[in-house]
């Protein structure tokens, strides 16, 4: 059975960083491509970055570039996203998704698995 797990969540001063990680077992995921997306509440989920099988393309939400770094090792069948100066903005539950289809990665139906989810908070 596919699992993703994310960790790293967690409260954290505006200015502040945070690294989530995203592990998945049941299968290999060098073969997908990954990505991050995150639901504030009373929102609609959105994309929030996305990396490509090697991992040397990456692509971000035009609200968090500059900021949020995806990256993967696909050794450890795990993604992360590193983010800097953080702003009450991001706050948010981060899920991490895996696809292998075809179509937008700045998409969730482009994602066949996902994962429950991390609060990450920002305070002011």
């Known amino acids: 059975q596919v699992q993703l797990v994310e960790s790293g969540g967690g409260l954290v001063q505006a200015g502040g960083s945070l690294r989530l990680s995203c592990a998945g077992s049941g299968r290999t995921f060098s073969n997908h491509f990954m990505g991050w997306f995150r639901q504030a509440p009373g929102k609609e989920r959105e994309f929030v970055a996305a990396i490509n099988r090697s991992g040397g393309i990456q692509f971000y939400a035009d609200s968090v570039k500059g900021r949020f770094t995806i990256s993967r090792n696909n050794a450890k069948n795990t993604v992360y996203l590193q983010m800097n100066s953080l702003q009450s903005e991001d706050t948010a539950v981060y899920y991490c998704?895996?696809?292998?289809?075809?179509?937008?990665?700045?998409?969730?139906?482009?994602?066949?698995?996902w994962g429950q989810g991390t609060q990450v908070t920002i305070s002011s």
């Open positions: 998704a895996v696809g292998s289809g075809g179509g937008s990665l700045r998409l969730e139906n482009t994602y066949d698995y």
